[in-house]
């Protein structure tokens, strides 16, 4: 009877082994085809944000083909609107923001100036060290290089489009062909598991579909109305650089905890120019509509799709920024998510077994 035991250890210590060896195969061979591998993730991505507008409009008993041509067509309309329009303003105002540096340099140097006279006149004790923040020092012959290199970069973002253009077109087809066969793929999935586990294996794949399409489509929403509120207000007032602002402003809303803050720094420096009555005005736009957002769009139309606590959402973006840059703080929710799924589905069950023992009929 105990050399059963000790068997049957030993057969699932070398089955557990086998498994990390095949996730560890897979992760050196993505390692090798990062490029491939980053078109999927796009694809994926564009799947997932695209199934809840598919499903809503087969709740309208539109045919599954007739409500993935709908989204993409709207999808493809507004990709052109932008490429004719969006992209164009927005290439003009960071044009004119690079040609215009040295101004805000002075006016920055300024802006310290009346501080630091501000601070010696109520505090007298205070020493401040002379041209320690001296914008000065800056010549006018580093911010002509560094608007030089701005319009270069610009030029160069600009001379990559048609391959950016090509990964969008393929990375939409991909999602296309996600979308057709969903069916076939969450199978495909599914016979990865046991015969006895199939079942679980398709809860758990609609369960992830459900998560990642609510999060990714209501962030994008949730996004884009502040980017755009935030940009028609920004105009309303007459900033010059509202456009640009408003993007600024959709990135960094999807960007939890303190993606905002960075955007209202951003939004400080840009406003410098223009005076303290825009850089107040855009302040408090950027602030009353973050907060719209977070209690009245992100409640409406995402509800609670993640189920993660707040000290979980927290450490998921902490730990996804850490680890992964900007992708991580994006989508550090999401697979804070993802792994609280995945343990509620393989981890908890085990832990039961271990602690309960097996169940009546179980051998």
Known sequence: ???????????????????????????????????????????????????????????????RLAAIAIVFTLLIVLLVLGLLFIVPLTVEQVTSLASNAPQYVSSAQGWVVDAEAWLRERVPNLTIPDNVFDFGKISGANVGALATTTLANATAI??????????????????????????????????????????????????ITQLFGSYISGQIIVSTITGIVVALL????????????????AIAYSIPIFGMLIAQIIALVLCAPQGLACVLWVQVIMF?????????????????????SPIGVMFAVFAGGELFGLPGLLLGIPAAALIKILWRYFVTPWLH???????PGES
Not at 178 to 197: C, V
Not at 234 to 249: D, N
């Open 288 to 308: 009353s509509m973050a907060r719209i957002s977070d209690n009245i769009l992100v409640p409406k139309i995402m509800g609670d799709s993640v189920g993660v």
């Open 158 to 207: 600009l001379g990559n489009v048609f391959y950016s253009l090509l990964i969008c077109f393929s990375a939409l087809i991909l999602s296309i062909f996600f979308l057709t066969n969903d069916h076939q793929i969450a199978e495909s999935f599914a016979s990865m598991f046991p015969e006895k586990r199939r079942a679980t294996a398709r809860k758990l794949s609609a369960e």
């Open 234 to 249: 920004s105009w309303a007032i007459g900033f010059k650089f509202a456009l640009l602002l408003g993007i600024i402003t």
């Open 353 to 359: 077994r271990q602690m309960d023992g097996p169940a």
């Open 1 to 63: 009877m105990q050399g059963t035991v000790n068997a049957i250890d030993w057969r699932r210590v070398f089955r557990v082994a086998g498994v990390i060896l095949v996730i560890l195969a897979a992760l050196w061979f993505a390692s090798l085809i990062p490029k491939t591998i980053a078109l999927f993730l796009i694809a994926a991505f564009v799947a997932f944000g695209i199934q809840p507008l598919v499903v809503k409009l087969q709740a309208r008993k539109v045919p």
